[in-house]
């Protein structure tokens, strides 16, 4: 940080806010939340620097993001000391910055007393940002109830939704694991007339296959083939991902050549989610080729990737394998961090290995790694659990029928009742996509099983395909 600032002495005369933005984003990404606020303190100092709400509000918003709600409520108070008036958007950067702590409750409770703040104040009525946030967090807690009254008050305000209004409850209802609310929102966003994005796609996509609901997750898929909207590498590293969990290889490898038809390369995530996929499958050889091949193509390989070959041997019963591809790969370079000792320690720990727990506490400690109390736990846990029995994947009677056909020919069986069709509230369109290849790491989902009879009804009448669609 002292060359940092020393630098800007030696070279800088004036610092233009954007490019402080720039400055602050890069280092908030770099974990350099400290040289920001020195950066801030040596802007204070020069005779240009003139108080500004949209520093404030960007220094905020990478505390929170960094879990320095301390320091962003600092920084607050410093700007009203400093003369600055506080708008909507150092509210939202406010807000934002509270949902970032551990106790996920009281910062919701915090922030919605802000919400209420803002709305008594002229300079600062919420705009679509302040709806966004709250309403994607309160999804998150499975707060229904505050959703539907959020959406209310949009309603009657000035303002509109958007489609990351809509994307964000999606999201958050969808990780949940709360299909027929996450549906429901779908049925609201047709309502609005916002159509859906790529984004939408790909979160029913994932959302879908985490409840192991594969029926619906393929009718999303091909959906968006017929939409003006384009498949992304996440579409894909999501679909692989959450039929290795099921243990449907056949169905993972189908994915895979699809995306080869569609003049997709699968990426470095794309590899770590095959690698995973393997794991599951008992296939630590194909596993251990497809680790292979991203080693030899890459100049350097990611860490993720590390992790995922370790966690495979792990998942497998067989932390010698694991510990030797560690020695190699701290003899080429790589820096392990602390989430690869972790799933190292945990399954050194269900094997019962001393000898191999205690070299890995010594490469900590040579490393400067400290352990918390939450790693120990893990461990322990991961202890308690060590029966003699082979690893299985449950997977729902829907999956296990869905591997007998094809990925891409697979029809949703028609249900006793008519069920919301994801695939016509998304609104297809009929014409072939152009792919763009895009290498965002896609999220990789947990566990769970339900069979599409058991999407949730409500009190309402269940729409149909069609219904939803006109």
Request: charged residues 25%; hydrophobic residues 35%; glycine residues 4%.
């Amino acid at each position: 940080k002292d060359r940092l600032v020393s630098v800007l002495d030696r070279h800088v005369k004036v610092v233009r806010t954007e490019h402080c933005f720039l400055l602050f984003e890069e280092l908030g990404r770099r974990d350099g939340w400290v040289q920001c606020l020195e950066i801030f303190r040596w802007m204070q100092k020069q005779r240009w620097y003139v108080a500004d709400n949209g520093i404030y509000s960007k220094l905020i918003s990478v505390m929170g993001r960094k879990g320095q709600i301390r320091m962003a409520m600092w920084l607050f108070s410093q700007m009203r000391n400093s003369g600055c008036k506080p708008d909507t958007s150092v509210y939202n950067s406010l807000i934002g910055a509270h949902l970032h702590s551990r106790d996920k409750s009281k910062a919701l409770v915090k922030a919605l007393g802000y919400f209420d703040k803002m709305k008594g104040m002229e300079r600062c009525q919420p705009n679509i940002v302040t709806y966004n946030i709250l309403l994607r967090a309160c999804a998150r807690a499975s707060d229904t109830k505050q959703v539907d009254i959020l959406f209310k008050d949009l309603d009657e305000s000035i303002v509109s939704p958007d489609i990351y209004t809509y994307n964000g409850v999606i999201d958050g209802y969808g990780k949940n694991g709360m299909i027929a609310e996450m549906e429901s929102v779908l049925v609201r966003m047709k309502s609005k007339q916002c159509r859906p994005d790529v984004i939408t796609f790909n979160i029913l996509i994932d959302s879908y296959g985490r409840k192991q609901t594969f029926d619906k997750m393929e009718q999303v898929f091909k959906s968006l083939l017929r939409s003006k909207e384009r498949p992304t590498h996440p579409t894909f590293n999501s679909m692989i991902t959450n039929y290795g969990k099921a243990r449907l290889r056949e169905k993972a490898e189908s994915v895979l050549e699809k995306m080869g038809e569609l003049g997709f390369k699968p990426n470095y995530v794309t590899q770590e989610c095959l690698i995973n996929m393997y794991a599951y499958c008992d296939c630590v050889s194909k596993a251990q080729q497809i680790f292979d091949e991203l080693v030899s193509s890459q100049s350097t390989v990611p860490l993720s990737s590390l992790n995922a070959m370790l966690d495979a041997y792990c998942m497998n019963r067989l932390p010698m394998e694991a510990d030797r591809l560690l020695d190699s790969a701290i003899e080429k370079g790589v820096v392990p961090s602390a989430s690869t000792y972790k799933l190292l320690y945990k399954a050194y720990t269900r094997a019962n290995d001393k000898m191999l727990v205690q070299k890995l506490l010594q490469r900590m400690n040579k490393q400067g790694i400290v352990p918390n109390k939450k790693f120990f736990l893990d461990a322990l846990e991961a202890f308690g659990t060590s029966a003699n029995k082979p690893r299985r994947v449950q997977t729902s009677n829907s999956a296990r029928e869905s591997s007998r056909d094809s990925a891409s020919n697979l029809e949703m069986a028609s249900p006793s009742k008519p069920v919301l069709s994801t695939l016509e509230a998304v609104g297809a369109s009929k014409k072939t996509p152009r792919i763009l290849p895009n290498s965002n790491s896609a999220s990789k989902p947990d566990t769970g099983s339900e069979s599409s009879s058991e999407i949730a009804t409500s009190s309402k009448p269940e729409l149909s395909f069609s219904q939803v669609a006109s």
